[in-house]
């Protein structure tokens, strides 16, 4: 069985940064390392949205209009991969429950990603 656990979520006070960490763990982790992976996010009474993608070899990275400049993507294809996401100049509507996923392609709908995490909660306070 396959897991993908988000890491590194927490309160942090606005205009500060996180890096949320994603593992894929389990016997076809390494499998992973093929696969385009993405964050997405959840605020409270708000739809899934997207918010970065990495292709499964880093060339390719796609941000949402909201996070470009602010927020970074990345990836480590090593034995156990694992993806990363650098969060800099935090605004009280980043909190959310992030989610990491990974599916075929570095597409903008959730729809598109087959393996997802159980989410880490970023609160961005005043």
Known sequence: QVQLVESGGGLVQGGGSLRLSCAA???????????????????????????????????ITS??????????????????????LQMNSLKLEDTAVYYCAAGSGTSRS???????????????SS
């Open 63 to 84: 941000y949402a209009d909201s996070v470009k400049g602010r927020f970074t993507i990345s990836r480590d294809n090593g034995q156990n991969t694992a993806l990363y």
């Open 25 to 59: 763990s389990g016997p076809a982790g390494p499998a992973f390392g093929y696969l385009a992976m993405a964050w997405f996010r959840q605020a409270p009474g708000k739809e899934r949205e997207f918010v970065a993608a990495i292709a499964w070899n880093s060339i």
């Open 110 to 124: 959730d729809r598109e990603y087959a393996y997802w995490g159980q989410g880490t909660q970023v609160t961005v």
